[in-house]
């Protein structure tokens, strides 16, 4: 099952792809944790992307590019993917078109999650994701055992720099003006499905598996 999870910052798309990713089998590719690997390496490319990440920019279509085709290449892929914040731009989805065309194969679903804004704001201030392994929790709502560690590798909880709340408001101006118009774009192609991410993980989860399982 090839799968875009799309919608604004904080909607839950990394909570779901993980859960989605276990049950299936198949892997969540997160350009998000992806990006934020390569800034904590201190690669070139991490260098380059952390000043568009910490204005809560897009980071350029080339570079997200490039990674992205890296990873669907691989033989992990060969099952399927989830891409969690990847197209993020009309160029971003022109191009995996292209690439999935090239392979013979295209998307299965685009499922777009909404949520209130007012959700969105709740979620992102209280997220605090572990510095050592890809787990995100949330102080209220999804709190780890043990305050500030993580359940599972006992790092360190932080919280991510741009959810400070003048980034989060700027990422939330983006998504507006550059990622929105890819609800239409998906819609005219006949391939996205609307899902209430509203309420409890465990809810929004038996929602999407049902949505996914009817697909
Ligand atoms: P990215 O990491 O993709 O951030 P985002 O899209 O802004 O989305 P988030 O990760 O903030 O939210 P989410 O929907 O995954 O929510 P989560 O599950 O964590 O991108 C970061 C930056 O990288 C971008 O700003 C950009 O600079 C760059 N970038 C990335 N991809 C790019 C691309 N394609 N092109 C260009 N640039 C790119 O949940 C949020 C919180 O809510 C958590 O605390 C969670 O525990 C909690 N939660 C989840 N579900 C629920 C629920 N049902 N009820 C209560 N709480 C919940
Ligand atoms: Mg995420």
């Given at each position: ?136 929790y949330h102080v209220e709502f999804v709190p780890p055992?043990?305050a ?68």
């Amino acid at each position: 099952m090839r799968l875009v999870f799309l919608g604004a910052p904080g909607v839950g798309k990394g909570t779901q792809a993980e859960m989605v990713s276990a049950k299936y089998s198949i892997p969540k590719i997160s350009t998000g944790d992806l990006l934020r690997a390569a800034v904590a390496q201190q690669t070139l490319l991490g260098k380059e992307a952390k000043q568009f990440m910490n204005r809560g920019d897009l980071v350029p279509d080339n570079v997200v590019i490039g990674l992205v085709q890296e990873k669907i290449g691989t033989a992990d892929c060969a099952k399927g993917f989830i891409l969690d914040g990847f197209p993020r731009t009309v160029a971003q989805a022109d191009t995996l078109g292209t690439l999935l065309a090239e392979k013979e194969l295209s998307l299965d679903r685009v499922v777009h999650f909404v949520i209130p804004r007012e959700e969105v704001i709740n979620r992102l201030s209280g997220r605090r994701s572990c510095s050592t392994c890809p787990a995100v929790y949330h102080v209220e709502f999804v709190p780890p055992k043990q305050a500030g560690l993580c359940d599972e590798c006992e790092g360190e909880l932080v919280q991510r720099s741009d959810d400070q709340k003048e980034t989060v408001e700027s990422r939330l101006t983006v998504y507006e003006e550059q990622t929105s118009p890819l609800i239409d774009y998906y819609r005219e192609k006949n391939i996205l499905a609307e899902l209430n991410g509203s309420g409890i993980v465990d809810d929004v989860q038996e929602r999407l598996l049902a949505l996914l399982s009817a697909s």
